[in-house]
């Protein structure tokens, strides 16, 4: 993990404890290319080492066992195909190149690409004719309709999934099931009724209650953070080698430490100081955390 994840981490697990709830660790590891055993071991000993101890999910199981979603391919298969049969999905056969060729760049203000339906309305013959030369991946109609929900956090949103994202992937052409629509199923079949996550997927909040409302299934609490975020502006992500986990813990030796840089960075203590999660649990409440994006390394020291 890189101090980004275990920023978001904290305050999940902060959120959960706060109201009483149990914390859950999935291992969201659906593409087999970025994905590793020891990985998801290593993210166990960090949380541990923090003193996040999660209820159930990893390696300590549940009752929704298997926590994770490389061993829940036929779970998402049962659904998918569910979709299926209500007509609500279909095979494209686009390239990523076939795309952007038939959009144009969105203005300032405007709404960002969106999927153009390309192989929405394609016959059954012409399905047949493309299916011979490319394995379609598979998308989800969306209407040309308004989803609006309460974010904990940032309050109301709204989207039209047509012009802000258009009819969007469930499974790939390798067969790999999408991110939206791996969560919605997991959520809905763990009862999960919190989610506390990067603002960064503030975006992907419509296209997953849609999902859950083809369902019939309840949509949880929402709550995105702010991002943590490099001198120049971006998020931060594993190419910041100094944010590892394995960096910081050269810097920060003991939990506290990390804890008191995070809890200051977000709001949640006044100053930089050691504190556990217990004195973070006290201290925790929605209206301290900043709305703004942190340049962590304004925070942290190397």
Not at 123 to 129: G, L, N
Not at 140 to 156: A, I, N, Q, S
Request: proline letters at 5%.
């Amino acid at each position: 993990m890189h101090l980004g994840n275990v920023y978001c981490a904290l305050l999940s697990w902060l959120a959960a404890k706060s109201e009483g709830g149990e914390w859950v660790l999935r291992i969201e590891d659906l593409d087999p290319q970025r994905s590793r055993v020891e990985y998801a071991e290593q993210i166990e000993k960090d949380l541990d080492w923090l003193g996040l101890k999660w209820d159930e999910g990893g390696s300590k199981g549940g009752i929704y066992t298997p926590y994770y979603q490389s061993q829940r391919q036929e779970v998402y298969d049962y659904y998918f195909r569910l979709l299926q049969q209500q007509q609500t999905v279909y095979p494209c056969f686009c390239t990523r190149a076939d795309i952007l060729a038939a959009t144009q760049a969105p203005h300032l203000g405007e709404p960002s690409f969106a999927y153009p339906g390309t192989c929405r309305n394609l016959t059954e013959e012409e399905r047949s004719r493309k299916s011979l030369l490319k394995k379609p991946s598979y998308r989800l109609k969306v209407p040309d309709e308004t989803v609006t929900f309460k974010d904990g956090h940032y309050g109301p949103c709204q989207a039209n999934l047509a012009q802000t994202c258009g009819d969007f992937i469930v499974r790939r052409a390798d067969g790999v099931f999408a991110y939206q629509l791996a969560v919605v199923v997991d959520d809905m079949l763990m009862h999960i009724n919190q989610v506390v996550r990067g603002r960064d997927l503030l975006e992907s909040t419509p296209q997953q209650i849609y999902l859950y409302e083809l369902f019939n299934a309840s949509v949880p609490e929402f709550y995105h953070v702010p991002l943590l975020m490099s001198p120049e502006g971006s998020r931060l992500c594993k190419r910041d080698k100094s944010m590892h986990m394995g960096e910081l813990k050269k810097i920060y030796t003991q939990p506290e430490q990390l804890l008191g840089l995070i809890g200051a960075m977000c709001g949640l203590i006044d100053k930089q100081e050691e504190v556990t999660v217990a004195e973070l649990l006290h201290e925790f409440s929605w209206s301290k955390l900043v709305k703004h994006d942190i340049n962590a390394y304004s925070f942290a020291k190397f």
